[in-house]
């Protein structure tokens, strides 16, 4: 089975969907709409803006998403997934893509979401570091000890784990981490503690415009980053959903459930390979590739 993957913040460039805008006249439209729907030039900042201008939160979400999302359109008849699944933000990529949502609410979606989450940093000084070489077990457990909020949030393949909550109980636990072997215990250059209960605030804003948005039966199942498993029924994907931004994102599992539930063939949409690189530590003898317009 065919498995599309969508990725999520940190695969951002300078220049991304550039070639889309200039040689797909769909895709153009879909930009144009998208400067509309935002009431920015996102173009601009996706075509030519500094890194530093990238990285902000409120343009970042907007940009990878419509990259996924555009060159899953363009792709027309050849995409046709039969499950997908979108790393964090990249999972409202995957939705669009299997037609719970429109393209419009998609958008004003991600939109709301990366504002919610600006907001809900600017709370608090949090922030997230990655944990490479340890038991995904002996991380969650030194969380636990930790004084403070420190919580596991991306498992992303086997032997890197994320973590997130405040400063000081996430460098503590780096410490901590360090010392019982991690290969490294590595702060990131992130805004905020992202999928940790610090962004509540956050959850609850979404909540409410996920509440007030219609969602379609998909054309193929969703493996959810909350539950880790294939899911169609569109009131179990807005629970889902709304859960996202302080639950834990479960790709490694998501991933082992779609190669026991038949993806033999998984193909990442958007920009970047960073999903790639993680199918292969998550399973070598599954076939991962990025979507391509050369036919």
Partial sequence: MKAYIFPGQGAQFT???LDLYENYPLAQELFEKANAIL??????VMFEGTAEELKQT??????????????????GDSFKPEMVAGHSLGELSALVANGVLSFEDGLTLVSKRALAMQKACE???????AVLGLDDKIVEDTCAEINGVVVAANYN??????ISGEVSAIEKACEVLTEKGARRALVLPV???????????????LAAAI?????????CAVYQNVPAKAVTNPAEIKENLMKQLTAPVKWTQCVQSMIADGGTEFIEVGPGK???????KIDRSVAASGASLEA
């Avoid at 979400?61 to 792709?75: G, M, N, R």
């Avoid at 509440?211 to 054309?219: C, G, I, K, L, Q």
Wanted: glycine content about 10%.
């Fill in 15 to 17: 220049g991304m969907g």
């Fill in 39 to 44: 009431g920015f030039s996102i173009t601009d």
């Fill in 58 to 75: 409120k343009v970042t979400q907007p940009a990878i998403f419509l990259h996924s999302v555009i060159l899953a359109k363009v792709l």
């Fill in 123 to 129: 709370i608090a000084p949090s922030t997230m570091a």
């Fill in 157 to 162: 393949c086997p032997g890197q784990l994320v």
């Fill in 191 to 205: 805004g905020g503690a992202f999928h940790s209960p610090m962004m509540e605030p956050a959850r609850e804003e």
């Fill in 211 to 219: 509440e007030a948005t219609v969602f379609n039966e998909p054309t």
């Fill in 274 to 280: 960073v999903l790639q690189g993680l199918m292969r």
